[in-house]
């Protein structure tokens, strides 16, 4: 049974470059989450999705982040323009969505690098 | 701002003792909390989570949650090496939320 997917698993870009980060979560589940790793914060959500709608995207840093989730089984992250502080590691995570004690599966991530 | 605080460690234990991992939080409406293990390079993967009082035990390891002190704790009994990795605590504040701390560093000697 296929886990989490991300694609691409590294990312190398330069400043200013739109970046697009892929993820398709476990097939049946409704919920679907982006986080970004650092560091410096650790591990942040920047939003999730239940049902394909967008529920909480408190966590995303500004306008140059953008989510969406078309279907159940495909999700996008962009940045435009990209900037050297977004290097990070972003993480996308699925849940079956039938309460808060669910266990959410996280993908491998995308290693972004901004230069 | 809700908050989950996690000493960073690094902490080191020998093999076959007892791994003790604690996280505090800062909003008593927290309901649930989870111990997510992630290996260097690798996603974090739940190991439990507990959302009432007292003390849960799965295997080798035990989640321990105080509300009235805003504790939460993981032990981990008869520690192995292949438990060498960061433990991040996270808790739930009623939805699927989570606020993630920014995890303990556990080093297993053998």
């Known amino acids: 049974d296929a886990g989490v997917i991300q694609s691409p698993r590294h990312e190398v870009t330069e400043m200013g470059q739109e970046v697009t980060l892929r993820c398709k979560p476990i097939s049946g589940h409704n919920s679907l989450f982006w986080y970004r790793q650092t560091m410096m914060r650790g591990l942040e959500l920047l939003i999730y999705?239940?049902?394909?709608?967008?529920?909480?995207d408190s966590g995303m840093p500004e306008d140059r982040f953008s989510a969406k989730m078309p279907n159940a089984s495909f999700s996008t992250l962009k940045i435009q323009p990209s900037e050297p502080r977004d290097s990070a590691v972003y993480f996308c995570?699925?849940?079956?969505?039938?309460?808060?004690?669910?266990?959410?599966?996280f993908g491998p991530g995308t290693r972004l690098t901004v230069l | 701002q809700k908050e989950v605080e996690q000493n960073s460690g690094p902490l080191s234990v020998p093999e076959g003792a007892i791994a003790s991992l604690n996280c505090t939080y800062s909003d008593r409406g927290s309901q649930s909390f989870f111990w997510y293990r992630q290996y260097s390079g690798k996603s974090p993967e739940l190991i439990m989570f507990?959302?009432?009082?007292g003390d849960k035990e799965d295997g080798r390891f035990t989640a321990q949650l105080n509300k009235a002190s805003q504790y939460v704790s993981l032990l981990i009994r008869d520690s192995q090496p292949s438990d060498s990795a960061t433990y991040l605590c996270?808790?739930?504040?009623?939805?699927?939320?989570?606020?993630f701390g920014t995890g303990t560093r556990l080093t297993i000697i053998p």
């Open positions: 996270a808790a739930s504040f009623g939805n699927e939320k989570l606020t």
């Open positions: 999705f239940n049902n394909n709608v967008p529920i909480d």
């Open positions: 507990i959302y009432s009082n």
């Open positions: 995570a699925s849940s079956d969505g039938q309460g808060v004690t669910d266990t959410q599966y």
